[in-house]
């Protein structure tokens, strides 16, 4: 699976942005997808997660409430829409697919992967 992310930019703190992962050479409907991201000078970090057997969804504490991800199959995408965002949201964030079904939330049980976004935020 060869995956593309996109969507990200420069926002203020407080507006929102909407990510998309769009996925290639196979339907992401047997993917469980996610989102992670890597600040400056930080390790990979676990933002959210979609499962893609019953749609279960979770979050890290710092996004719950801002963050909502979702995915589209008839479009083959998983996306992340975040609002509210904070300067600490500043970071490259990238999508991830495994074949397994739970939304794990441990980067080493990802497969697949996008090339990264960069989301900005200034205050």
């Known amino acids: 699976v060869q995956l593309q992310a996109s969507g990200g930019g420069l926002v203020q703190a407080g507006g929102s942005l909407r990510l998309s992962c769009a996925a290639a050479?196979?339907?992401?409907?047997?993917?469980?997808g996610a989102w992670f991201r890597q600040a400056p000078g930080k390790g990979r970090e676990f933002v959210s997660v979609i499962s893609w057997s019953n749609g279960r969804t979770n979050y890290a504490g710092s996004v719950k409430g801002r963050f909502t991800i979702s995915r589209d199959n008839a479009k083959n995408t998983v996306d992340l829409q975040m609002n509210s965002l904070k300067p600490e949201d500043t970071a490259v964030y990238y999508c991830?697919?495994?074949?397994?079904?739970?939304?794990?939330?441990?980067?080493?049980?990802?497969?697949?992967w996008g090339q990264g976004t960069l989301v900005t935020v200034s205050s």
């Open positions: 991830a697919a495994r074949s397994g079904s739970s939304p794990a939330t441990d980067s080493d049980d990802y497969n697949y």
């Open positions: 050479g196979r339907t992401l409907s047997r993917y469980t």
